[in-house]
């Protein structure tokens, strides 16, 4: 089986998960007559295994997605070559979209005001991703792959600085 067609059925059982999961939690329609402080929502994953467990695998397949290589090999475009391939980073990028709103959660949310802004942001972006992917546009897609990177890395040095510099070789 190959690289993409093993990372397909991984992310298609992840999507199956977070999609039963999301099922199970839906609050009971039949009592809409409460308010919204009413509303529970499963918190399960805290903000780091979220990041870890859904968001990055997402984005990183995005990313692997995207481009271009050029190395003693010669070029190699990144970008997926078939219907199938497209439909599987657009599906991707709709839980990079999904991320933005389960970041924005209340019990997650840091604070109403930048992390909102970011949360939004990677939806925003994921929405363009996805956009992108079902129109098979690669500049739109590089782009949207952009605007996720540049969201995250916002987001991490405004709530997390010390994650940036983990990649940063000691010295």
């Known amino acids: ?37 009413d509303v529970s929502y499963n918190l399960s994953l805290d903000v780091p295994e979220l990041m870890v467990l859904v968001l990055e695998p997402a984005s990183d397949i995005l990313w692997d997605s995207a ?20 439909a599987y980073v657009r599906a991707q990028a709709a839980v990079v979209l999904e991320a933005g709103n389960m970041l924005a959660l209340p019990g997650r949310a840091v604070d109403t005001d930048a992390w909102i802004t970011y949360s939004n942001g990677l939806s925003s972006a ?7 992917a079902a129109s098979q546009n690669h500049e739109d897609f590089f782009q949207a792959g952009a605007q996720i990177y540049s969201v995250c890395t916002a987001c991490h ?12 070789a000691e010295e």
């Open 1 to 37: 089986m190959n690289r993409q067609n093993s990372l397909f059925y991984k992310s298609g059982f992840l999507l199956l998960v977070l999609t039963a999961l999301v099922t199970c939690s839906a609050p009971d329609e039949t009592n809409s007559g409460g308010n919204s402080s």
């Open 67 to 86: 481009g271009w290589v050029l190395d003693a090999s010669g070029y190699e475009e990144l970008y997926p070559t078939t219907d199938e391939g497209w």
């Open 126 to 132: 994921g929405l363009a991703a996805m956009e992108a």
């Open 157 to 168: 040095q405004a709530y997390n600085p010390d994650i940036n510099s983990q990649f940063v």
